[in-house]
């Protein structure tokens, strides 16, 4: 039984599309996969999220021509990037420190800029206690299949893994989440 995501029929258009060097199709998979990918790159590495994703969207770019699959191998792909240029910047900022410039304010706050905030603070509590509470495989196996919608055989191919180990992975992962919640948070 193998778990694959559907994704919207235009999407395969648009991925043929971009093999064969049209830039609205690589716009169109760059609006359905970019929410996504920052989603996991800011709990990654929230201070320069913005800046791997293009890294990564300038590599995506670069390969689409040579790049062979479906919808989920493209996923896989992507993320795999995502997590190669993850782990370049991580080791470039190991090297050479460099501080981060306080945020701006953002003008465009809505009126419900407070409603936006709890249900970010929320998820990102959410975030904090799965990384806190897994090992860094675990996490990672838990993030890219929730937050990067990613099937146990795009996460496989992403983490250059078997799909057996990360089903037994995210299995184990969900169990010891139940396990470490608070009684008062199952009801």
């Known amino acids: 039984m193998k778990e694959q995501e559907t994704y919207p029929i235009h999407?395969?258009?648009?991925?043929?599309c971009a093999r064969a060097g049209s830039q609205d199709g690589l716009a169109v998979l760059f609006?359905?996969?970019?929410?996504?990918?920052?989603?996991y790159l800011n709990?990654?590495?929230?201070?320069?999220?913005?800046?791997?994703?293009?890294?990564?969207?300038?590599s995506v770019a670069a390969g689409m021509a040579s790049f062979n699959g479906d919808l989920g191998n493209f996923s896989a792909w992507l993320f795999t990037?995502?997590?190669?240029?993850?782990?370049?910047?991580?080791?470039?900022?190991?090297r050479r420190p460099t501080f981060s410039e306080p945020p701006t304010e953002d003008s465009?706050?809505?009126?419900?800029?407070?409603?936006h905030a709890l249900d970010e603070m929320g998820?990102?509590?959410?975030?904090?206690?799965?990384?806190?509470?897994?090992?860094?495989?675990?996490?990672?196996?838990?993030?890219?299949r929730v937050l990067g919608g990613l099937g146990p055989a795009e996460?496989?191919?992403?983490?250059?893994?078997?799909?057996?180990?990360v089903r037994v992975?995210?299995?184990?992962?969900?169990?010891?989440l139940r396990d470490r919640l608070p009684v008062s948070n199952l009801v």
């Open 43 to 58: 709990v990654r590495e929230r201070g320069r999220a913005d800046d791997i994703a293009a890294d990564t969207w300038i």
């Open 155 to 165: 996460v496989a191919q992403a983490m250059e893994r078997d799909e057996g180990w």
């Open 31 to 39: 609006e359905f996969f970019h929410p996504r990918l920052l989603r």
């Open 123 to 144: 998820a990102q509590a959410a975030v904090d206690f799965i990384v806190a509470a897994l090992s860094r495989d675990q996490a990672e196996v838990v993030l890219l």
């Open 108 to 115: 465009g706050l809505t009126a419900s800029c407070e409603d």
């Open 11 to 16: 999407l395969a258009t648009a991925l043929r």
């Open 81 to 94: 990037i995502t997590r190669r240029r993850l782990a370049d910047h991580r080791r470039t900022a190991a």
């Open 169 to 176: 992975n995210y299995h184990r992962a969900i169990g010891r």
